[in-house]
C-alpha cells in the first residue's frame, strides 16, 4: 500500500469503502464507494465529475468527518480523519448560515465555539467580511443578504478558521446564471491569493474545465475513477478562456468520459 502524503494540505485516500443499508430488511445494502484511493496535491484544486449516485457526495463527506469508511484510512496532511476539524472547510450547495445570527457572528461563530476570542480573531473576521465584499452588511441578518451575498458569507465563515482544505459540493448548483457565474469568479480570485487545496464536486463540466487543474471522473455504483485529466490551461483564469479552441477540446474530451461513465 502506497504511504500517506504528509505535505501542507496533502489528501489521501486509501482504498476505501462505504456502504449504506438498505432502507428495509429485505433491500440489499448500497455499496456507494469500494476499494477507491485518490490523492490531491497540497495547493491543488480537484474536480470531482461523475452521474448521480456514483458516490461524489460520500467521498466528501467521509474527508469532511461525517461519516467514517467501512474500511480504508483517508487522511490530510498524513494524520487520519477521525472527525468534522477546523483544518478542512466545508461549503455546501446551501449556504449554512444560522438564521438568527448577523453576518459577522456566523462568521465568528467556529473561533467562538472553540473559545477563540479577543480582537485579532474580530479583525480577523471583518477582514474576510471586507475582502468578500460584505463589509457594510455585517450586521445583516441572512434573509436581509442576496443569495450571492449568503454564499460569500458562507465563505467567509468557512475561511475564517484557516482551513487548509477547501471541501466543496455543488455550492453554486442552485444559483441563476449570473450569480454562478460571480461567484465562480470570485472562488477563483480566493484560490489564487490563498492556494489552498480544494476537492470541488460538480456536475458541470465547463465549471470542472474552468476551475480545476484536475478533473477526476468517477462511474458506476460503487464508485471508481474513470479517467482524469490534467487542466493545462494558464492562471490567473479568466471567462474569456471558455471560448478558446483550447477550452473546448478539453471540454469535449471530459464530457464523452463522462457519457460513457453512464453508459
Known amino acids: 500500500m502506497t504511504a500517506i502524503a504528509t505535505e501542507q494540505g496533502a489528501v489521501s485516500v486509501r482504498n476505501v469503502r462505504k456502504s449504506f443499508a438498505g432502507r428495509s430488511r429485505k433491500a440489499r445494502e448500497r455499496l456507494a464507494l469500494d476499494g477507491f484511493d485518490l490523492d490531491v496535491r497540497p495547493g491543488e484544486f480537484l474536480c470531482l465529475l461523475g452521474p448521480s449516485g456514483c458516490g461524489k457526495s460520500t467521498l466528501l463527506n467521509l474527508l469532511a468527518g461525517f461519516s467514517e469508511p467501512d474500511s480504508g484510512e483517508l487522511a490530510v496532511d498524513g494524520v487520519p480523519v477521525k472527525g468534522p476539524g477546523p483544518e478542512r472547510g466545508v461549503l455546501f450547495q446551501t449556504p449554512m448560515l444560522f438564521p438568527w445570527l448577523t453576518t459577522l457572528d456566523n462568521v465568528l461563530y467556529g473561533p467562538r465555539a472553540r473559545h477563540e476570542r479577543g480582537d485579532d480573531v474580530r479583525r480577523r473576521a471583518v477582514g474576510l467580511l471586507d475582502t468578500v465584499g460584505l463589509?457594510?452588511?455585517?450586521?445583516?441578518?441572512?434573509?436581509?443578504?442576496?443569495?450571492?451575498?449568503?454564499?460569500?458569507?458562507?465563505?467567509?465563515?468557512?475561511?475564517?478558521?484557516?482551513p487548509r482544505v477547501l471541501l466543496m459540493d455543488e455550492p453554486f448548483g442552485a444559483l441563476d446564471a449570473i450569480t454562478r457565474?460571480?461567484?465562480?469568479?470570485?472562488?477563483?480570485?480566493?484560490?489564487?491569493?490563498?492556494?489552498?487545496?480544494?476537492?470541488?464536486?460538480?456536475?458541470?463540466?465547463?465549471?470542472?474545465?474552468?476551475?480545476?487543474?484536475?478533473?477526476?471522473?468517477?462511474?458506476?455504483?460503487?464508485?471508481?475513477?474513470?479517467?482524469?485529466?490534467?487542466?493545462?490551461?494558464?492562471r490567473p483564469r479568466e471567462l474569456e478562456l471558455t471560448d478558446t479552441l483550447e477550452f473546448v477540446h478539453l471540454k469535449r474530451q471530459v464530457r464523452e468520459a463522462l457519457e460513457e461513465s453512464h453508459a
Open 135 to 162: 463589509g457594510r452588511s455585517q450586521d445583516a441578518y441572512p434573509h436581509e443578504l442576496s443569495g450571492g451575498m449568503r454564499h460569500r458569507a458562507a465563505f467567509a465563515r468557512v475561511l475564517v478558521n484557516q
Open 181 to 234: 457565474v460571480a461567484m465562480q469568479k470570485f472562488l477563483l480570485h480566493l484560490w489564487e491569493r490563498d492556494r489552498m487545496t480544494v476537492v470541488f464536486v460538480t456536475h458541470d463540466v465547463e465549471e470542472a474545465v474552468l476551475l480545476g487543474d484536475r478533473i477526476c471522473v468517477m462511474s458506476g455504483t460503487p464508485g471508481r475513477t474513470r479517467a482524469v485529466f490534467d487542466i493545462d490551461l494558464p
